[in-house]
């Protein structure tokens, strides 16, 4: 994290950075979890998680769902900006993953 933010800022950077990159086109949700921050799409699932880092930081993981699964996972993020452009590249990025079956 940067000196000049906390992590009590972070739900209004993301609902900002939310809502430059999708504006009026698709409804979302965002809402708080145990440990940090749950965006929901109609197609997808943005999980937003703290975990403690190195002298008293905190490190900040996205992971991705899609019809109920984890289809992809980033970070772990140290600050706030690469974070953000994390969320908003996943919030506007196709989801794409591969199924695989035996036989």
Avoid: N
């Avoid at 799409?41 to 699964?69: C, F």
């Avoid at 996972?73 to 990025?93: N, W």
């Amino acid at each position: 994290m940067t000196a000049d933010r906390s992590s009590s800022d972070l739900p209004v950077l993301l609902e900002t950075a939310i809502e430059e990159c999708l504006a009026d086109s698709v409804e979302w949700t965002l809402g708080e979890t145990d440990d940090g921050y749950r965006l929901c799409l109609p197609d997808r699932q943005i999980v937003i998680s703290a975990r403690d880092g190195p002298a008293d930081g905190v490190y900040w993981t996205i992971a991705l769902h899609s019809d109920g699964k984890i289809v992809s996972k980033s970070g772990p993020y140290e600050t706030f900006e690469p974070l953000l452009d994390q969320v908003q590249t996943t919030v506007t990025t196709d989801v794409q993953y591969t199924v695989c079956c035996d036989g």
